[in-house]
Nanobody
Framework: QVQLVESGGGLVQPGGSLRLSCAAS????????LSWVRQAPGKGLEWVSS????????NYADSVKGRCTISRDNAKNTLYLEMHSLKPEDTAVYFC????????????WGQGTQVTVSS
């Protein structure tokens, strides 16, 4: 049974930093592309970043490029998202998602972790 469990969200001031984690189980972690996707209040889903199984291909949305770093530890079955210089518009629920075909068609999602950027 595939499980994705996010953690690390919270309340942070503008300009601050957070590190999100996503602990995975139930599948061969290193074989799959994983993504971070967020949903701001009252808005639709927004793709943030993706990383292939071997971490050789990484992509970021323009909205976070230069401020976020995605990484993975295949030995620990864990996905990360480090976020810096956070802005109020980064406020959202952040989900990790498994992308079996590396084409943004996700088959499993975590429950999400709330990130709130506010002074």
């Amino acid at each position: 049974q595939v499980q994705l469990v996010e953690s690390g969200g919270g309340l942070v001031q503008p300009g601050g930093s957070l590190r999100l984690s996503c602990a995975a189980s139930g599948f061969i972690f290193s074989r799959y592309t994983l993504s971070w996707v967020r949903q701001a209040p009252g808005k639709g889903l927004e793709w943030v970043s993706s990383i292939k199984g071997s971490a050789d291909i990484i992509n970021y949305a323009d909205s976070v490029k230069g401020r976020c770093t995605i990484s993975r530890d295949n030995a620990k079955n864990t996905l990360y998202l480090e976020m810096h210089s956070l802005k109020p518009e980064d406020t959202a629920v952040y989900f990790c998602a498994k992308d079996p075909h590396s084409d943004f068609s996700y088959d499993h999602w975590g429950q999400g972790t709330q990130v709130t950027v506010s002074s």
